[in-house]
Every structure is written in structure tokens, then in C-alpha cells.
């Protein structure tokens, strides 16, 4: 019996004894494998060369844009003193206009306007119509004044507005924020219907500088939207509301 428990524990005694000796052995071997190779080089030349060539193309591209810029800023100016050299020409003209060549230029933007207010317009289109209205009711004071030259000025303003209404093509938005401010040629005479008040920016809830009392002579300097740039004959400045403005009475004979 003692026999038999020695055979069946003796095997595990010796294979407990071993594990150690076993281990130690596994892991001298470890230690003793060769280092892995390092890893190979990389040759980097043509990528370095492909970016300088990147590099240069880039380079010439940016001093093209720029001689293009440059290029397009001397046409746009060039371009702008042209056209206003063909502007200031057209103003000597017309302010060597005769009698005859204002009342014919009056009559033709007359007939223009009634052609295009018979026609059915929205309500922004309408106050357009309302400002060439005003404006040729100035250039008709002019011409019963004799300046037949600023007549004939005023008549070409107020056809390029209704112009712009036949054509369909809009100079402003609704919003006077976003409208283009658009200069007159010349100072176009008018004054206050009513009591108004002159505001710092086009638009009613700009803030108000003051209070214009009805009949209070003006000039307007520029349109923007259904608002105008005015100047009082004491130096006040600032922006009215179209429908409140109407030409200057006619002078006394």
C-alpha cells in the first residue's frame, strides 16, 4: 500500500522539482535570441523633390494672382476716371442747354413718367416714381427760374429713375439699410411739406437730429431708397423721407 501511494505522488513531486529548472532554461534562451535587424531606410529623395516643386508652383501661381490683381485695380481705376471724365462732359453740356433744349428735354421725361405711372406697380416701385415726380417738378422750377442747364440735369435724373422702374431693375432693396445711396448730378432744390424730422440714417427708427418745419428750403444730394441726403440753408444735414418734400414755391415776378 505504501508502495502504490510512493507511484502515484512521486511523479508529481518530480515534475514540481523540474518547473523552476524548466522556466529558467526557457528564458536563457530568450535572452539568447539575436536582436531583430533595424528596419531599413527610407528613401526620401524624390518626395523631397516633388515638394519643392509643389513648392515653387505655389510660389509662381501667388505672383500671378498678384500681377492679375494689380492688373484688374489699374483697368478698375483707369475705368473710373473715364467715366467720370464722360460724366463731368455730359454736365457741361448740359449746362450750355438753351431755352428750347429744356423745355423739349422736360417735355420727353414727362411723357415718359405718365407712360410708366399708368402702368400697375408695387409699392416700392411707386415711391421710385414719386421721387422722378419730385425730381422734374424741381427741374420745371429751374427752367421758370431760367437755369435751363440745371432744368436739363434734373430732367436726365429723373428719366434714369424711371428708367430703372420700366426696366424692372431696382437700385435699392426694400430696406433702407441695404439700399445703394445714388448722388445726384446736381443739388436738386426742394423744401419740407410738412413738418419733418431729419434723421441721422435713412430709415424711421434712425435716431432724429431735429425737426424741419414745414417750408423749410432744402437741398437733396443724394437718394437712397425712398430717402433723401439734404442740406438746410443753415448747414443742418441729414436724411428725410421722400413723400415729405416737394419743390420750392416759384419765385415772385
Not at 129 to 153: H, M
Not at 168 to 178: K, N, Q, V
Not at 203 to 229: D, F, I, K, M, P
Request: proline share 6%; net charge neutral; hydrophobic share 40%.
Amino acid at each position: 500500500m505504501a508502495c502504490d501511494l510512493y507511484c502515484r505522488c512521486t511523479p508529481r513531486r518530480g515534475l514540481r522539482a523540474a518547473l523552476p529548472l524548466l522556466t529558467w532554461l526557457l528564458s536563457g534562451c530568450a535572452l539568447l535570441q539575436p536582436p531583430a535587424p533595424p528596419p531599413a531606410a527610407v528613401d526620401c529623395t524624390r518626395q523631397d523633390r516633388e515638394i519643392v516643386q509643389l513648392q515653387q508652383v505655389l510660389t509662381e501661381k501667388d505672383t500671378e494672382i498678384q500681377r492679375l490683381r494689380a492688373q484688374q485695380n489699374v483697368q478698375a481705376k483707369e475705368l473710373k476716371q473715364t467715366t467720370g471724365e464722360v460724366a463731368r462732359a455730359e454736365v457741361k453740356l448740359r449746362r450750355l442747354a438753351t431755352q428750347a433744349d429744356a423745355a423739349s428735354q422736360l417735355a420727353e421725361v414727362e411723357v415718359a413718367l405718365q407712360g410708366v405711372q399708368s402702368g400697375a406697380h408695387p409699392r416700392r416701385a411707386l415711391a421710385q416714381l414719386a421721387q422722378a415726380q419730385l425730381i422734374l417738378d424741381a427741374g420745371a422750377a429751374s427752367f421758370a427760374q431760367g437755369d435751363y442747364g440745371a432744368a436739363v440735369e434734373l430732367a436726365a435724373q429723373s428719366q434714369e429713375i424711371v428708367d430703372m422702374v420700366a426696366s424692372g431693375h431696382r437700385r435699392s432693396t426694400p430696406d433702407a439699410r441695404d439700399a445703394v445711396e445714388v448722388p445726384f448730378q446736381v443739388p436738386v432744390a426742394l423744401r419740407t411739406r410738412v413738418d419733418s424730422h431729419l434723421r441721422a440714417h435713412p430709415g424711421r427708427t434712425a435716431s432724429a437730429l431735429g425737426v424741419l418745419r414745414q417750408g423749410t428750403a432744402l437741398q437733396a444730394h443724394a437718394y437712397r431708397g425712398e430717402w433723401l441726403r439734404v442740406r438746410t440753408e443753415d448747414g443742418r444735414a441729414g436724411w428725410v423721407f421722400g413723400t415729405l418734400l416737394e419743390p420750392p414755391l416759384p419765385a415772385a415776378e
